[in-house]
Nanobody
Framework: VQLQASGGGLVQPGGSLRLSCATSGIIRAMYAVGWYRQAPGNQRELVARIISGGSTNYADSVKGRFTISRDSAKNTVYLQMNSLKPEDTAVYYC??????????????WGQGTLVTVSS
């Protein structure tokens, strides 16, 4: 199983970006999929995730500004980020808690995509 993240870049405060995370490989079950971020000097933190069944979790700092969604047909999860702030600057990682083709449940991580919010 592989996760391929894309969509990061440089954006001005107040701007928007959409991150994408495409999953590939044999997946028997997806328990949760989402996005984490890590800013320099900080620990990695949950940004948003979709749990099996469709419920979503958001960090308090992004509620009302970020929206996570999933296109099951494309095996892709998106993070729409609006009203971006300089404090959103970080490397964003997609994550999936899933059961792979061999039957093992584990966490998978994408390679990270850098989001820089600056004027």
């Amino acid at each position: 199983v592989q996760l391929q993240a894309s969509g990061g870049g440089l954006v001005q405060p107040g701007g928007s970006l959409r991150l994408s995370c495409a999953t590939s490989g044999i997946i028997r079950a997806m328990y949760a999929v989402g996005w984490y971020r890590q800013a320099p000097g900080n620990q990695r933190e949950l940004v948003a995730r979709i749990i099996s069944g469709g419920s979503t979790n958001y960090a308090d700092s992004v509620k009302g500004r970020f929206t996570i969604s999933r296109d099951s047909a494309k095996n892709t999860v998106y993070l729409q980020m609006n009203s971006l702030k300089p404090e959103d600057t970080a490397v964003y990682y997609c994550n999936a808690d899933l059961r792979n083709g061999l039957g093992f449940r584990r966490d998978y991580w994408g390679q990270g995509t850098l989001v820089t919010v600056s004027s």
